[in-house]
């Protein structure tokens, strides 16, 4: 059974903070703490889970390439499971941490070795929780560094700084989680967007701790930008500054220079900032972009303060940077579709002879109240989310553990890789009858080297929203992008197949779509949901089982000895 985080939950995670050169014939061990700790924000004191008792946590520093050890001990009340975003983990799910898909949280007083195989990965990537809604504190970054003596294909930067957006609740988070999954209802907002921790000078409370970034006229500064808020897609820019995209999901991009940025949850991205500017006080800021009608949402600003150094007197408060209306989806598409991969830095070229293609809807839903309770959905129903109008129901057992070892009843195959009802997806007006999905744990089987393209197609059934969709074990080309209903004659012929960037997440533009594709060289079991976490609750997500191939490197090794048992 999922349980949410107690009081007197603490893991151990061995590690080391200080940048090494690792080596994957000598692997290196890492070590957290996470606790509970008091936290004052917003003129409250609340407990939060913490590693090391900070909030984000600690930052990890790897070589491309490298392996490292996390050993973790759960000394607590509850389950735990922990999940390395972006990390492909090649032939090894075992350790990739979503909760009963490849593995049974670590009950209390048990410890489970996570192994961390870093492959083709380079820039910002991040780690967190990967059970109910405990990543809202438990996240940090991560920082791949090229291999020696390959420089990154960009000017060195003076500087690293991590930027990590959150979200902040005042009342404890797992009892959002709880209440909205009890009532059917949507979950209530965060109270404050944040940065590294931090709401910023216009909240309460707050000034004497806003993140400062302490630069000097003439540097340049790589921002390690992770979006760890938990429900929503975020605008951010620094006044009177211009941003330069050279990476994204761990995986460098063409530079792409910008005054805004829009990155959605589960996204990373690598940000050069010039200190071109006279020397001041400028805001780093960062508010939502949200495009459901009727959806509420956190429309708070959240700050950081970049000083430069020198001699002069600064604004009393700066002044806030121009950012895009809350739901624009022009200009965050406008971005978004602009980023460019860097073919030279692929792990392979961008697939064209595709053997397995999957077009899938993507929409919230709704299910019927049962009798004699009080439901908070739509018209007293219960929310729901689906894929292919599947609503994923989570097993009891891990579907790795029942792929590996031919344990029935646990999930079923055949995932429709077609939408099972057709119809104008994104028409305004949508007969009742489309709101109420199938529930099933039902997965996609694909042969080992298969070439893959998914077209998600988001849908207007119930609500229409963007959706940033991620997959585990594999990064792929984003080839397409598209308002209204896919066309499969001519969409196609628009794709970029030349220098598409190279993500793990991707986001589907509300009423819109979004083509990826991948090769599947990667055996085991891996999720694929949506990462604003109200839609994974609810079902937004499937499971791709990717077969061995014919030698010893193409298959699934056995699973370590200790992993975690339901």
Not at 64 to 89: A, E, P, S
Not at 319 to 333: C, E, I, K, R, V
Not at 479 to 496: E, W
Not at 554 to 566: G, I, V, W
Request: with cysteine; glycine share 8%; aromatic share 12%.
């Amino acid at each position: 059974m999922k349980m949410p985080f107690g009081n007197n939950l603490f893991l151990q995670i061995f590690s080391c903070f200080s940048f090494i050169t690792l080596s994957s014939q000598t692997p290196s061990h890492y070590t957290f703490l996470v606790r509970e700790t008091q936290y004052t924000r917003l003129c409250s004191t609340k407990s939060i889970l913490t590693v090391n008792g900070n909030f984000p946590g600690p930052t990890i520093k790897v070589h491309r390439g490298d392996i490292i050890f996390v050993d973790v001990y759960n000394k607590g009340n509850y389950n735990i499971t922990l999940h390395w975003h972006g990390v492909k983990q090649i032939r090894n799910p075992w350790a990739d941490g979503p909760a009963y898909i490849t593995q049974c949280p670590i009950q209390p007083g048990m410890r489970f070795r996570q192994k961390l195989v870093f492959s083709t990965e380079e820039g910002t990537m991040w780690w967190h929780a990967h059970s109910d809604w405990a990543r809202a504190t438990v996240h940090g970054v991560i920082y791949v560094y090229p291999t020696n003596n390959t420089p990154n294909p960009f000017p060195k930067p003076d500087a690293d700084i991590s930027i990590i957006f959150g979200e902040w609740w005042m009342s404890d988070v797992n009892e959002v989680f709880t209440q909205f999954m009890e009532t059917g209802g949507a979950p209530n907002i965060s109270d404050a967007l944040t940065i590294n921790g931090q709401p910023g000078d216009l909240f309460p409370c707050s000034m004497p701790e806003t993140f400062k970034l302490n630069v000097e006229q003439g540097k340049t500064y790589l921002l390690h930008v992770v979006n760890a808020a938990m429900n929503l897609i975020l605008f951010f820019s620094v006044s009177q500054h211009n941003l330069t995209v050279v990476g994204a999901d761990g995986m460098y991009t063409k530079p792409l220079t910008r005054d805004f940025i829009c990155i959605s949850p589960g996204q990373t991205m690598d940000v050069l900032l010039h200190a071109n500017q006279e020397p001041n006080h400028y805001y780093l800021a960062a508010r939502a972009y949200s495009t459901g009608v009727g959806v509420a949402f956190d429309n708070t600003t959240t700050t950081a303060r970049v000083e430069y150094s020198g001699n002069y007197t600064p604004p009393s408060s700066p002044s806030l940077p121009s950012l895009p209306n809350f739901n624009d989806t022009q200009a965050a598409f406008g971005f978004i579709s602009s980023l460019r991969g860097l073919h030279e830095r692929y792990p392979r070229p961008v697939p064209t002879n595709i053997t397995t293609q999957i077009v899938t809807t993507i929409s919230i839903n709704t299910l019927p109240c049962p009798s004699g309770r009080t439901c908070l959905g739509p018209n007293g129903t219960i929310f729901a989310a689906s894929m292919n109008n599947i609503s994923f129901q989570t097993p009891n057992i891990d579907i790795l553990k029942a792929y590996y070892n031919d344990i029935n009843g646990v999930f079923e195959t055949g995932f429709p890789r077609i939408p099972p009802f057709l119809f104008n997806f994104t028409a305004d007006f949508l007969p009742l009858t489309l709101n109420i999905p199938k529930e099933g744990t039902k997965v996609n089987v694909l042969n080992y080297g298969a070439t893959v393209e998914v077209v998600f197609q988001g849908t207007n059934v119930v609500a229409g929203i963007d959706h940033p969709m991620h997959l585990h074990g594999f990064s792929f080309h984003v080839v397409g992008y598209g308002l209204g209903n896919f066309n499969r004659s001519k969409d196609p012929m628009n794709f970029n197949l030349v220098d598409p960037p190279f993500l793990n997440t991707v986001v589907v533009p509300i009423n819109g779509w979004a083509a990826i594709r991948f090769v599947a060289t990667n055996p085991g079991v891996w999720f694929m949901h949506c990462h604003l976490e109200r839609h994974h609750a609810w079902g937004m997500e499937t499971v791709f089982i990717v077969k061995n191939g014919k030698n010893s490197n193409e298959t699934l090794p056995p699973p370590p000895p200790d992993m975690p048992q339901c």
